[in-house]
């Protein structure tokens, strides 16, 4: 049996795993580089591997990270089953085609401006078209806690990892030369307490473990203080005259703020004359599609929707798609939410609603979920003082606010519980972290436990005893 790593290899994007075992080779999640200053270049790099030879594509989440590069995949050679939730199928397909629009609009921009100067066409990674083809290769899918056989030597079984709706770590179960050996894969790992999704499932105990370390060094605040400072930087921005400006991930965290807004509102802390907007597409169909999938939510959420009620939908919430309507808000001057993409402020309309706020001192930026380095939310989170959106220096003025207790990551204790249910594991492999901060820290604590802990660097292969 051999493992290599090809993403997320003392970097917290590109998760893209390859387990050779029972006569498969089983690629466990392949996503995009995100945030760094070379990514564009690693996206578009070689995998590490043949795509062609890969039987099959275990997806554990629908974030870009982890599935973005499913269609390059397929465009340069795979032809395998592609196995996940219902909820991440579903999901994947959303955030891939507006990967592609993104990327296809981009190239086009690229190739204006080149041909200017006389030069070639620029293509994009892929295009809607590569999506729709790789669509095709999803086959059967994972039930929570269900085995699902490969072949005859190898067993799958997919559990919830409590990070997005649909999200699972996953468990493989080889036998090759006589030697059966488990390996988990955690995926994303969520944090466990929050409104909307119900939690992790424990893994079992196992020979080998794939562990993400995103939170590694730290511990999230207390989930109900962190929505009381939520709710109270908002009412106080509102007292100003200001609007609240929360870039935002379409999945997830997006609904649970939505939630929070909604109950807070039915609480009276907050004003029903508040204007609150998702100026996301994707989060708008995000949202859509989380109203399909109930059994992957909390007892509370999952008896609402069933009930038929709309826990993600507070009194007057607008749900924007047009650009024309984006355009719009900035016409606003105060008393508005404006929850919009990307959470990095890598792209996307929220880009747009910083340069129209964040220079004005009634304003309010709140952050809730991580920003990676490299990025304009890293940026502003640190404490620069000037940011440039669209060629323009900006000053930022505005108050900014990150709350960490709303992060879909579990933390550093909550990781250690976690891997603790996995018994002494021949070998934990620490991935999806800041090298120097989340995966070294959890590295030095699990040593100290006796435990054998590895770190393994872009596209390094291991034998598994």
Not at 306 to 329: C, N, Q, W, Y
Not at 393 to 412: L, Y
Not at 440 to 461: D, F, I, N, S, W
Request: hydrophobic share 40%; net charge neutral; proline share 3%.
């Amino acid at each position: 049996m051999r493992l290599s790593f090809h993403g997320a290899a003392q970097n917290v994007t590109g998760s893209c795993h390859l387990l050779q075992a029972g006569g498969l080779r089983i690629l466990i999640d392949c996503g995009m580089f995100q945030g760094a200053r070379h990514a564009d270049e690693e996206n578009a790099g070689p995998f590490g591997f043949d795509p062609a030879e890969v039987d099959f594509l275990l997806l554990t989440h629908a974030h870009l990270d982890h599935c973005g590069r499913i269609p390059l995949l397929v465009k340069r050679g795979f032809t395998g089953e592609i196995i996940t939730t219902a909820a991440t199928r579903d999901l994947a397909k959303l955030i891939m085609m507006d990967s592609a629009h993104i990327q296809e609009e981009d190239a086009a921009r690229a190739t204006r401006r080149r041909r200017r100067g006389g030069a070639n066409e620029i293509r994009p990674l892929y295009d809607q078209i590569d999506v729709l083809t790789a669509l095709d290769n999803f086959g059967r899918n994972a039930r929570y806690d269900n085995d699902i056989p490969l072949n005859d030597a190898v067993t799958v079984r997919f559990i919830n990892a409590g990070h997005i709706l649909g999200s699972a770590s996953v468990i493989v179960e080889a036998v090759e030369d006589g030697v059966a050996r488990r390996i988990v894969f955690s995926g994303d790992l969520g944090s466990p307490g929050h409104a909307v999704l119900a939690n992790a499932t424990p893994p079992p105990e196992c020979d080998y473990v794939v562990m993400e370390t995103t939170y590694g060094d730290r511990m999230h605040r207390d989930l109900a203080a962190s929505v009381t400072e939520f709710i109270d930087a908002i009412a106080a921005t509102h007292a100003r005259g200001g609007n609240v400006v929360i870039p935002t991930f379409a999945m997830e965290r997006t609904q649970e703020i939505l939630f929070h807004l909604k109950e807070a509102i039915k609480r009276k802390e907050l004003s029903a004359s508040l204007l609150v907007f998702l100026d996301s597409p994707m989060a708008v169909s995000a949202t859509e599609i989380f109203r399909r999938h109930a059994d992957g939510f909390s007892d509370e959420v999952r008896d609402a929707m069933l009930a038929g009620k709309r826990p993600f939908h507070p009194p007057g919430v607008r749900f924007t798609r047009e650009a024309a309507d984006s355009m719009a808000i900035n016409r606003i001057r105060g008393g508005a939410v404006i929850m919009a993409g990307s959470g990095m402020c890598t792209g996307g309309r929220v880009r747009h609603h910083l340069k129209h706020n964040i220079w004005r001192t009634e304003c309010s930026v709140i952050f809730v979920g991580f920003a990676a380095k490299g990025t304009l939310a890293r940026q502003i989170v640190d404490g620069a003082k000037h940011i440039r959106i669209f060629g323009e220096d900006i000053q930022v003025k505005a108050e900014i606010h990150t709350i960490n207790g709303f992060s879909a990551h579990a933390d550093q204790r909550e990781l250690f519980y976690w891997v603790s249910k996995t018994g002494k594991p021949k070998k934990i492999f620490l991935v999806h972290g800041d090298y120097d901060k989340g995966m070294t820290t959890m590295q030095k604590e699990l040593e100290k436990k006796g435990l054998r802990v590895e770190c393994p660097t872009l596209h390094a292969a291991v034998d598994l005893a």
